[in-house]
């Protein structure tokens, strides 16, 4: 499944880079796309695990940039 997500509040690019690189470390996680200029989050991840992964995602987001939120 591939879903994509709008991001509020993602200040920089290295950020984007480093939420980026976290996602696609996250078992399930077949592919992630990160745009600091379109403030998008693109994720095709198991169908079967979505909820789950996304859980995973949204934790791994905050430590890298604890104020963006992704708007689920």
């Known amino acids: 499944m591939k ?5 509020t509040d993602l200040d ?3 950020c984007a880079a480093k939420m980026e690189e976290a996602i696609k470390k996250i078992d399930g996680v077949k592919d992630a796309t990160v ?6 989050m693109t994720v095709e991840a198991d169908d ?3 909820d ?3 859980k995973e995602i949204v934790a791994v ?8 939120v992704i708007n689920l």
């Open 52 to 54: 789950d992964i996304m």
């Open 3 to 7: 879903k994509r997500f709008k991001l």
């Open 61 to 68: 987001c905050k430590k890298v940039e604890p104020d963006c």
């Open 12 to 14: 920089c690019a290295n």
């Open 48 to 50: 079967a695990r979505f």
């Open 35 to 40: 745009s600091f200029m379109a403030q998008k």
